[in-house]
């Protein structure tokens, strides 16, 4: 069964950093893409950024593009959000998913992905 975990959520101030982990179990270790999604109370579920198998293609939300940084190690079967200069309205629960295999692009889709992760909060206070 395929399982994603997050990890590194919290708390932090304006302007502070945080980094996200994810790691994938239980599947063939590629290839496939790789994302990140949050959902703050009463929205819906909105792409934050999206990395391919190779790590060589990225795509970012205008809302996060120049601050936040996506990146993989498959060895590790890892994928990583580095977030700085957090904003309030950064503040949600933050999902990372997996594409099936041989779907390789970073899309921004939410039915693209088929595999998610329980979710990691995190709060940035003003």
């Known amino acids: 069964q395929v399982q994603l975990v997050e990890s590194g959520g919290g708390f932090v101030q304006a302007g502070g950093s945080l980094r996200l982990s994810c790691v994938a179990s239980?599947?063939?270790?590629?290839?496939?893409?790789m994302g990140w999604f949050r959902q703050a109370p009463g929205k819906e579920r909105e792409f934050v950024s999206a990395i391919n198998w190779g790590g060589s293609s990225t795509t970012y939300s205008d809302s996060v593009k120049g601050r936040f940084t996506i990146s993989r190690d498959n060895a590790r079967d890892t994928v990583y959000l580095q977030m700085i200069s957090l904003k309030p309205e950064d503040t949600a629960v933050y999902y990372c998913?997996?594409?099936?295999?041989?779907?390789?692009?970073?899309?921004?889709?939410?039915?693209?992905?088929?595999?998610w992760g329980q979710g990691t909060q995190v709060t940035v206070s003003s």
């Open positions: 998913a997996a594409t099936r295999l041989f779907i390789t692009a970073p899309s921004e889709r939410r039915e693209e992905y088929h595999y």
């Open positions: 239980g599947r063939a270790s590629g290839p496939y893409a």
